[in-house]
């Protein structure tokens, strides 16, 4: 699902801007939801930018799109780990509870995060399953929305189908991912929200 070409991944080991382009724009909404369930939304923004510089600085060799991934969002969870544990001290004369307890738990989440290739390689077996398993219709409507970025209203007018139509079907995949991905949401925030 959304698997980068090899054409893609061999470019970017030759350090082409075109193939960085691509991988930025596919990767930087989705790493942006996942860091801001940990940090505030403009921070997410500043620190998935901040991973995508390091990444283009190291330029490590990418042999899969599995491994891309894991490599993207290790950096982006290390980065929201480093700026928690900041903001931890920062804040560390206040006496707000509630932002140490928050900040507690986040850290905690995040620090039990498992970001290694196997998990994404793992997650991208069961997606490819859970896909499979779905109607003709239902999989056609939900790769539209998710993978593609579709609206529902277009959808329903590209599919000839109501826009309930389209609702239903998402909400029956949704349900199908949460299910068979439970153990992995926080990687997949992107797939999981809701995009009317």
């Known amino acids: ?63 899969s799109h599995s491994q891309l991934q894991s490599y993207l969002y290790t950096l982006v969870k290390n980065n929201c780990l480093m700026r928690l544990r900041h903001e931890k001290y920062e804040k560390a004369y206040k006496s707000e509870m509630e932002i140490k307890m928050q900040n507690k738990v986040y850290l905690s989440a995040l620090e039990q995060l498992d970001t290694s290739l196997t998990t994404f390689q793992e997650m991208e077996a069961i997606i490819q399953k859970t896909l499979s398993e779905l109607t003709p219709k239902c999989r056609k409507v939900f790769l539209m929305s998710r993978m593609e970025g579709i609206r529902n209203h277009e959808i329903a007018e590209e599919l000839r189908i109501s826009v309930k139509a389209v ?30």
């Open 1 to 63: 699902m959304d698997s980068l070409s090899d054409e893609i991944i061999e470019l970017l080991n030759q350090k082409k801007e075109a193939a960085f382009e691509v991988v930025f724009n596919l990767y930087y909404p989705r790493l942006v939801y996942f860091a801001k369930e940990y940090v505030p939304y403009e921070d997410a923004k500043g620190l998935v930018q901040d991973a995508f510089v390091t990444f283009w600085e190291k330029s490590p060799v990418v042999l």
């Open 167 to 196: 609702e239903a079907h998402i909400t029956k995949a949704l349900k199908a991912f949460k299910v068979s991905l439970k153990d992995f949401l926080p990687l997949l925030t992107y797939l999981l929200t809701t995009n009317s």
